[in-house]
């Protein structure tokens, strides 16, 4: 009790939901500590509205709420996407790829206000907390960590829905719908309560980004997403910046019912969960690298690249955002997609993305040399040589089988 007792003052990443309410009034009573309600605007939208003010009345005694879109699209997203990263081949890391940029600038307004610990909503069994907690040991190992979810006495979110009644917390989760979203710029996930059941299926009025593909218009629609050195800078010519395009990406993929996924995964800590994603402007993006990659990148390059991708994504999902071996992965990912230069052509429908073209300026795709009806400097009578070397070792084998 003695570390407890010198806690004075503590960085609580705080969204206004559920968990984070109850963890701000709790660590006051708790603690006994002054508490800093800090949020980042990572594309949450009309869940930010009155944010500060509910924390104030809620116990904080400073409320910051501070706009990282940019630098989380930027810096965190797009990187991801020229890795190519997507979980268990399933899941496209929008949670995940959100925490460390929230922990980081945590830490970092935790310095600022002479705070000794820092707090986190993420329960015990989940990913979350893994992901928090090794931001904060890989940039900030002095600060204390407090994690009300592996102290305090609450069994799980009724509980807390009880809590927030009695203390007159204001919320907006109820015991019918229990379920936990978390939104930012790249998706919306659902997890928990009535999610838990993988047999049921999830309500429809559930979904915030995307309408149900069955009905979306019966119209397709083509766009054209550009790449520069890796990075998506454009949707149909107009330049935009990073946050703005993954948004309007949103708004036009989500119109078509694109993006959405109902996963059961395995999570860091060993057991088997159930989410439900919605990442529509993120899913039209990974079509789009697919399309200019496979002109632009090196077969080697892109095998090589395509092998790592499970290890890459395991890095964002466990929470190794700020690990050396991740750092050094970004930085072979990052110099191979210095040619991922050009033009995707892609169209959606009724919860469909299929390229339909591309173009590059330094493609190598050579339409004289792939040709049927021109040699383009290709000699097939080459390839009988090539084709025997390749075999040798197979019918080496097969002669030895035979004895001979």
């Known amino acids: 009790m003695a570390a407890e007792t010198a806690i ?56 910051i709420v501070e706009d990282l879109r940019e630098e989380f699209a930027k810096d965190y997203v797009f990187p991801m996407l020229r890795a190519g990263a997507i979980y268990e081949n399933q899941y496209l890391l929008g949670t995940s790829i959100a925490r460390p940029l929230i922990a980081r600038r945590q830490v970092e307004i935790a310095r600022q206000e002479g705070a000794d610990a820092v707090a986190h909503g993420a ?20 600060l204390r960590i407090v994690a009300p979810w592996r102290e305090w006495e609450f069994r799980g979110r009724r509980d807390l829905i009880a ?9 907006t989760v109820t015991a019918e719908k229990p379920y936990s979203t978390d939104r930012n710029l790249l998706h919306v996930s659902y997890e928990g309560g009535v999610l838990e059941d993988p047999w049921r299926a999830p309500y429809e009025d559930m979904f915030q980004l995307t309408v149900a593909p069955e009905r979306a218009p019966d119209r397709a629609e083509e766009i054209d997403v550009e790449l520069e050195a890796g990075v998506p800078v454009a949707v149909n010519g107009e330049r935009l910046s990073p946050a703005a395009l993954l948004a309007r990406l949103n708004t036009v993929a989500g119109a078509h019912g694109i993006g959405r996924a109902d996963v059961v995964e395995n999570r860091y800590v060993g057991m088997k969960s159930r989410g439900v994603y919605e990442t529509p402007g993120g899913t039209v993006l990974r079509a789009a690298f697919q399309a200019v990659e496979s002109l632009t990148l090196d077969r080697e390059v892109a095998h090589l690249r395509d092998g790592l991708v499970p290890r890459y994504a395991e890095m964002v999902y466990y929470g190794y955002w700020f690990a050396p ?17 050009g033009t995707a052509r892609l169209r959606l429908y009724r919860g469909s993305v299929r390229i339909v073209g591309r173009r590059a300026p330094r493609s190598l795709y050579d339409p004289r040399l792939v040709s049927f009806d021109e040699a383009g400097g290709y000699r097939q009578e080459d390839a009988g040589g090539f084709i025997r070397l390749a075999a040798l070792r197979l019918r080496i084998r097969a002669l030895a089988e035979r004895g001979r």
């Open 325 to 341: 071996e991740r750092f050094m992965l970004q930085a072979a990912i990052d110099e191979a997609m210095r040619a991922v230069t």
């Open 8 to 63: 004075r003052r503590i960085v609580l990443a705080y969204s206004g939901g559920l968990d984070t309410s109850v963890i701000l009034r709790w660590l006051g009573e708790r603690y006994g500590a002054e508490v800093i309600a800090f949020c980042a605007d990572v594309g949450q939208g009309a869940e930010l509205a009155g944010l500060s003010e509910r924390a104030r009345q809620t116990g904080a005694t400073k409320a």
């Open 163 to 171: 809590y927030a009644e009695a203390q007159r917390i204001p919320i």
């Open 123 to 142: 329960t015990g069994k989940g990913n979350d907390q893994v992901r928090f907690e090794l931001t904060y040991a890989a940039l900030a190992p002095e």
